[in-house]
Every structure is written in structure tokens, then in C-alpha cells.
């Protein structure tokens, strides 16, 4: 027997939250029945659950991987503009979706599952799992740039968060910079540049709580060792 909210979650459904609020809404049903209370629980072998009408149920076995994603990638199911999306390259049987996201520009580390709720807990801001970032810009990014990033930068009138920010390198040109956030807004690493009036010109994930991107070459992806799924449970 599972929680309600929790079939629902693992589902694909919504967060746990979320999926408490559909209940109470009366949008959702069990063996035909609408149910409105919290905290029911329902066999997930043989309870029939609906939201808004339509079956829903939980994965046969559930599936964590590790992907390197290539840029010029949407992490969306389907383009509205018709661009490639990361399902063009990854060939799965199960229905799998992203743990947050990358910019169609941004390469690098992305975990997906076909579990919601495990997918729901990693992206939840309370968990504040580090994301780290190698960040290449042209032209010598001096100090005094870099300790406004890590103080907050203001960006059309709000502060944003706070980051870890290392200088690795300057060659050719090019700075290359570390940046460790514990947040996931929207573009908030080419936001926090732009900030400083400062151009990306690469992006690229390595690492995500402590799983890294290690040897994975750009499109390839692989199971998530027992290890590195255990250490993520524990929000690490
Ligand atoms: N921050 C960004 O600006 N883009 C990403 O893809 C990820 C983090």
C-alpha cells in the first residue's frame, strides 16, 4: 500500500504537494470513487487511480540515468519552433523526464528518470542540491567582478542568489571560471553574467549534487551507480 499522493507523485503526476491539492479539488478518483481526503493509501498493483478522468499508474521499474547533453538541444518532449530535443538522442522505452533543465545553449550534466517523485524531491529548492557550472567567457574577467557574483549580483532590480565562484584559467583569450549554485531559477547563471555585463560563450554542467559528468561524451548517458542515486537521496 502507498500514500495517495505519493502513486501520484511517482506517476509523473505533480509534486506531492500539488497532487494533495488535485485531491482535495475532487479531480481525482480511486476504483471509480472521487476521493477528497489526504492521507488515503491505495493498492499499486490493483487500485484503478484516475486524475481528471484519465488512468494514470506507476512505471514497472524505475530508471535513473546520467546524460551528457549536447547544446543545441531542447530538454522539452516537443519543439514548438520544431528544434531537436534531448529525446532525439536518448532511446529509451520508458517515459522518461528531466530533473530541471538546460538551456537549449547549455551542454552538460542532466539526470532523468521515470520516477516523479524522486524527480520532484532532487528539483525541490528546500534540498538545495549544488549545481556546478564551468563558465567560459571572452576576455580577463577581473576580481572585483567576480566578488560581485559571489555577494549577489542585481539584475534588473533583484539580487540574485549568492554563488561559488572560482577563477580556473586565462589563455587564448578566454577566462575560464568554476560557478557552484544551490538554486535552479530560470537562465540564473547567464542571468548573473549579463548581470556584470558579461557574454557566456560556453556553458557546461559537470555536476549535480556529487554526481559528476566524469567520462561521458557529449549525447551518451548511463545508469546511475547504486551509490550515486543513494548519495542524492540523501541530498547530497
Ligand atoms: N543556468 C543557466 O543560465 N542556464 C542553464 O542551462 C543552467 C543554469
Redesign the pocket.
Known amino acids: 500500500m502507498i500514500r495517495l499522493n505519493k502513486f501520484m507523485a511517482g506517476a509523473g503526476v505533480a509534486s506531492r504537494r500539488k497532487c494533495d491539492e488535485l485531491i482535495k479539488d475532487g479531480r481525482v478518483s480511486v476504483n471509480g470513487k472521487t476521493v477528497t481526503e489526504l492521507g488515503v493509501t491505495v493498492n499499486e498493483k490493483k487500485d484503478k487511480v484516475t486524475v481528471e478522468g484519465k488512468a494514470i499508474c506507476l512505471p514497472s521499474s524505475f530508471v535513473y540515468i546520467k546524460f551528457n547533453k549536447p547544446k543545441g538541444y531542447t530538454c522539452t518532449a516537443s519543439d514548438e519552433k520544431g528544434r531537436k530535443t534531448i529525446y532525439d538522442l536518448i532511446d529509451s522505452p520508458e517515459r522518461l523526464f528531466s530533473i530541471g ?3 537549449y545553449e ?1 551542454e552538460g550534466l542532466l539526470l532523468l528518470t521515470n520516477d516523479g517523485d524522486f524527480a520532484n524531491r532532487i528539483a525541490h529548492p528546500r534540498n538545495a542540491v549544488e ?1 556546478e ?1 564551468r563558465v567560459s567567457i571572452e576576455g580577463e574577467v577581473k576580481e572585483s567582478e567576480l566578488a560581485v557574483l559571489r555577494k549577489g549580483v542585481v539584475k534588473d532590480g533583484e539580487r540574485m542568489p549568492s554563488a561559488h565562484v572560482k577563477w580556473l584559467s586565462f589563455e587564448n583569450g578566454i577566462t575560464k571560471l568554476s560557478v557552484v549554485i544551490d538554486e ?1 531559477q530560470n ?5 548573473m553574467f549579463e548581470g556584470i555585463g558579461r557574454d557566456i560563450k560556453l ?1 557546461k ?1 559537470v555536476r549535480i549534487g556529487s554526481v559528476k559528468l566524469g567520462g561521458l561524451k557529449r549525447g551518451e548517458f548511463r545508469d546511475l551507480t547504486e551509490d550515486e542515486l543513494n548519495l542524492l537521496v540523501r541530498g547530497k
Open positions: 533543465r538546460l538551456d547549455t549545481k557550472y535552479g537562465r540564473q547563471v547567464r542571468r556553458l554542467r
